[in-house]
């Protein structure tokens, strides 16, 4: 069974892009939720998604965003990048709520 | 965003040596879960916990669901160089959907 697939690894922007991440869950898996991992604060989390709703959300600004497809696929999108947003996004999936999550390996934003 | 107490947050350790180290909340929690992180990957899932006082191994590794709820606890036995890495435990409190995470212990092995 294939893990959970992140894309891309790497990223580098500038100030005021904007960016796309993309998430595949773990086939039969129908909730994914995006994390923020920096040195100084840890593992934040950002939102969930099941069956095309979010269900949850983490304390972002509104420039964080997501949706997720109807095969389960997520895509996470950060407009008007600011330095701050450099960090290691993660993507986590799981049958359902609050069952065992299953990470990705990430994709590393750094913001120039 | 809110975090669970980890400690210790770093240690060095002979290899060979067991280590312990444990995550603290102040609510109660349903599920536990314990991760490895290697620098710039995804965390890895080692243990999952679901009952107060329920201990369970994989390989080297043992984690225990505290009795009162509150905390949980990992130990590596006779740790080896690949077992570097940041340890993450990961709570789901009661009443919600979303897990917490702990502030990590970073580990080092001296060979």
């Known amino acids: 069974k294939a893990g959970v697939t992140q894309t891309p690894r790497y990223l580098i922007k500038t100030r005021g892009q904007q960016v796309t991440l993309s998430c595949s869950p773990i086939s039969g898996h129908r909730s994914v939720s995006w994390y923020q991992q920096t040195p100084g604060q840890g593992l934040q989390f950002l939102f969930e998604y099941f069956s095309e709703t979010q269900r949850n959300k983490g304390n972002f600004p509104g420039r964080f965003s997501g949706r997720q497809f109807s095969n389960s696929r997520s895509e996470m999108n950060v407009s008007t990048l600011e330095l701050g947003d450099s960090a290691l996004y993660l993507c986590a999936s799981s049958r359902d709520q609050g069952e065992k999550l299953f990470f990705g390996s990430g994709t590393q934003l750094s913001v120039l | 965003g809110q975090q669970l107490n980890q400690s210790p947050q770093s240690m060095f350790i002979q290899e060979g040596e067991d280590v312990s180290m444990n995550c603290t909340s102040s609510s109660i929690f349903n599920t536990w879960l314990w991760y490895k992180q290697d620098p710039g990957e995804g965390p890895v899932l080692l243990i999952a916990l679901y009952k107060a006082g329920e201990l369970t191994s994989n390989g080297r590794l043992t984690a225990q669901f505290g009795i009162t709820r509150k905390d949980s606890f990992l130990n590596i036995s006779a740790s080896i160089p690949s077992d570097v890495g940041i340890y993450f435990c990961?709570?789901?409190?009661?009443?919600?959907?979303?897990?917490?995470f702990g502030t990590g212990t970073r580990l080092k092995v001296l060979a």
């Open positions: 990961a709570g789901l409190a009661s009443g919600t959907y979303k897990y917490i």
